[in-house]
């Protein structure tokens, strides 16, 4: 029963450092998405993913790149990591269906220095 | 396109108090209109959905009408508890925008005893 599981928890970087943020789902889900939370400023859709394979930027897309190359994992990379993208990061997986409903992880707390 | 207004936060209630969250969107097409619930530390989860003019949804004694006349979807609870101490998302998805949620900022929410 473990849904949308992101990893890891916490991390700490120095700016110019790289690192990927993973999702995984087990529901079969076709459609993946990351979100950035900032205080404030509610959820903004990063990158998003409609099946395996496929990647499309979302609202706030630069300085992030993705990749779906298997249908339940959903990578999100920072090349160069900067103290703007200090955050909360979520990944949320849907089945693409009429209900639409978004099911989220327990978030990623990225802090850059 | 899509967009969605919630009242703005904190709101401080007491125990058993009614609580009213003002949720108003902007969308082009028909679509479905949630409510999520973020508890600290954790990632959204749905709280109630309607995916119809004047349907109604509820859950754990919330609930939340579609108004397609006022283009609302308040959020009301008759007797607020200090377990509904959370941040609470207005959204509304589109099936035609690749299965995207657009997303209020948030309402926090404080119940003291």
């Known amino acids: 029963n473990a849904g949308v599981t992101q990893t890891p928890k916490f991390r700490v970087l120095k700016t110019g450092q790289s690192m990927t943020l993973l999702c995984a789902q087990d529901m079969n889900h076709e459609y993946m998405y990351w979100y950035r939370q900032d205080p404030g400023m509610g959820l903004r859709l990063i990158h998003y993913s409609v099946g395996e394979g496929t990647t499309a930027k979302g609202e706030v897309p630069d300085g992030y790149n993705v990749s779906r190359l298997k249908k339940q994992n959903f990578l999100l990379g920072l090349e160069s990591a900067a103290p703007s993208q200090t955050s909360v990061y979520f990944c949320?997986?849907?089945?693409?269906?009429?209900?639409?409903?978004?099911?989220f992880g327990a978030g990623t707390r990225l802090s850059v220095l | 396109g899509n967009s969605v207004t919630q009242m703005e936060g904190p709101v401080t209630l007491s125990e058993e108090a009614f609580l009213t969250i003002n949720c108003t969107y902007t969308?082009?097409?028909?679509?479905?209109l949630f409510w999520y619930v973020q508890y600290p530390g954790e990632g959204l989860q749905l709280l109630l959905k309607a995916t119809k003019a004047d349907d109604k949804g509820s859950n754990k004694g919330f609930e939340a009408t579609y108004r397609k006349e006022t283009t609302s979807f308040h959020l009301e609870k008759g007797s607020v508890q200090v377990s509904d101490s959370a941040v609470y998302f207005c959204a509304l998805s589109d099936l035609t925008n690749a299965g995207k949620s657009t997303f209020g900022d948030g309402t926090t929410l404080t119940v003291k005893p």
């Open positions: 949320a997986s849907t089945p693409g269906t009429l209900r639409n409903i978004q099911y």
């Open positions: 969308a082009t097409g028909y679509p479905s």
